[in-house]
């Protein structure tokens, strides 16, 4: 076993497809929740995501029914 520190995963700020600066929202991963303020671990889930609309990466691709963003849409 070794004395070094693992490395920094560096975490990205910007999106890789357009440059643009991602922005951060809270989501429910349990729809059955009432609609409240109040945060329950593993229940909800952080992500980061592009805002702007004309990104490349949210483009729909035809091959893909799911979308760009997966089977729960765009964030």
Same mark, same amino acid.
């Given at each position: 076993?070794?004395?070094?520190?693992?490395?920094?995963?560096?975490?990205?700020?910007?999106?890789?497809?357009?440059?643009?600066?991602?922005?951060?929202?809270?989501?429910?991963?349990?729809?059955?929740?009432?609609?409240?303020?109040?945060?329950?671990?593993?229940?909800?889930?952080?992500?980061?995501?592009?805002?702007? +609309?004309?990104? *490349? $990466?949210?483009? &729909?691709? #035809? @091959?893909? +029914?799911?979308? *760009? $963003?997966?089977? &729960?849409? #765009? @964030?």
């Amino acid at each position: 076993m070794t004395d070094q520190a693992p490395e920094e995963q560096e975490w990205p700020t910007h999106c890789p497809a357009c440059g643009t600066e991602l922005t951060s929202a809270v989501i429910d991963m349990d729809k059955t929740n009432a609609d409240r303020p109040e945060l329950r671990p593993g229940e909800m889930v952080a992500v980061d995501y592009c805002p702007n +609309p004309s990104c *490349p $990466a949210k483009q &729909a691709d #035809p @091959a893909d +029914p799911a979308g *760009p $963003a997966g089977p &729960a849409g #765009p @964030a």
